[in-house]
């Protein structure tokens, strides 16, 4: 799941270096914790969250392969 | 070369056997077709009864005369090279997308056709395998995403927009089918009833099917209305 996020979030930036996801385990359900550089927080986004809602649909597939729930959050680079 | 014998739809078990009896029924060598898969066919899903395979058949040179689109011919060389090289990208992409959300599959890609002479023909990547319909998803939701980031992450590779249609299992063709014989039946009850006819909401591309389908009807119009996800196709019959 979470090679998933990197593998899409790494393909759409500017700056693949700084993509940086955190998994999070809390029982059955995975927090991913998207981070890349301020510049490409459009790119994983997306106009109207376009970007971010598709991440979020493929990655729910991901999660029910696992029998898991995810969440995935971007979070804004400092 | 008759107008009737310049395209040629074959239906058989395989694309492979499908192919081999256009090109026999033609009459020519295979270098000088251009083969479209239509429809993969399959072995069945879930024990339902399996699918024929659909190919069809052009001939290369056909349909120039027909098309006063102007094409830009000083590259073909290099633009078919692009071509193809986009093409391998969009497999690898949705082969990449699939094994690290966890599905096995078989992807294949290939160019479709442009149903518009200005446009680049689609890139349609096949993919196929077993319990495949969680990639489809409600209202084709899923399978739409993972287009969107295809089209995306292809287009940031080679440095350009690109249309690229994902499908499963023939699923887009299928729903192609539905959805021109459900335009067609509701033209005709708009006609009937003198009523305008409102389809239920659709994405962007289900849309385009309907008003493509419709649009040389000249008994009937077409027009969406109402905002995203609720936008919808109304048929309207035009008064004589």
């Known amino acids: ?78 | 070369m008759s107008e009737q014998r310049a395209m040629l739809e074959v239906i058989a078990p395989t694309v492979e056997e499908a192919t081999a009896k256009g090109i026999a029924e033609l009459g020519i060598r295979e270098e000088d077709v251009n083969i479209e898969v239509l429809d993969e066919g399959s072995r069945g899903l879930l024990g339902l009864g399996g699918r024929q395979a659909r190919v069809r058949l052009t001939v290369k040179g056909s349909q120039e005369d027909e098309s006063a689109a102007p094409t830009d011919s000083s590259s073909p060389d290099s633009v078919d090279e692009d071509a193809d090289n986009a093409l391998a990208i969009a497999r690898e992409t949705v082969s990449e997308l699939l094994e690290k959300m966890g599905i096995n599959a078989e992807v294949s890609a290939h160019h479709g056709e442009s149903d518009n002479p200005n446009y680049n023909p689609p890139i349609i990547v096949d993919i196929s395998g077993k319990d495949l319909s969680i990639l489809i998803g409600r209202r084709a939701e899923t399978l739409n995403s993972l287009q969107f980031i295809t089209r995306l992450i292809v287009g940031k590779e080679i440095g350009r927009g690109t249309h690229i249609v994902v499908d499963v299992e023939g699923y887009r063709v299928r729903r192609e089918r539905t959805l021109r014989d459900l335009a067609r039946r509701m033209a005709e009850q708009a006609i009937a009833t003198g009523r305008r006819q409102k389809l239920e909401p659709m994405p962007p591309n289900e849309r385009r099917i309907i008003h493509l389908e419709l649009q040389e009807d000249p008994s009937v119009t077409t027009e969406s209305i109402d905002q995203d996800p609720r936008r919808k196709v109304t048929i309207s019959p035009v008064d004589t």
């Open chain 1, 1 to 78: 799941m979470k090679e998933l996020i990197e593998y899409i979030a790494r393909s759409l930036v500017d700056d693949p270096a700084q993509v940086e996801v955190r998994s999070v385990n809390s029982g059955s359900s995975t927090n991913l914790r998207l981070k890349v550089a301020k510049e490409d927080m459009g790119r994983v986004i997306g106009r109207n969250g376009r970007v971010a809602n598709a991440m979020r649909i493929l990655l729910k597939v991901a999660a029910a392969r696992e029998n898991k729930r995810t969440h995935l959050d971007i979070v804004d680079p400092e």
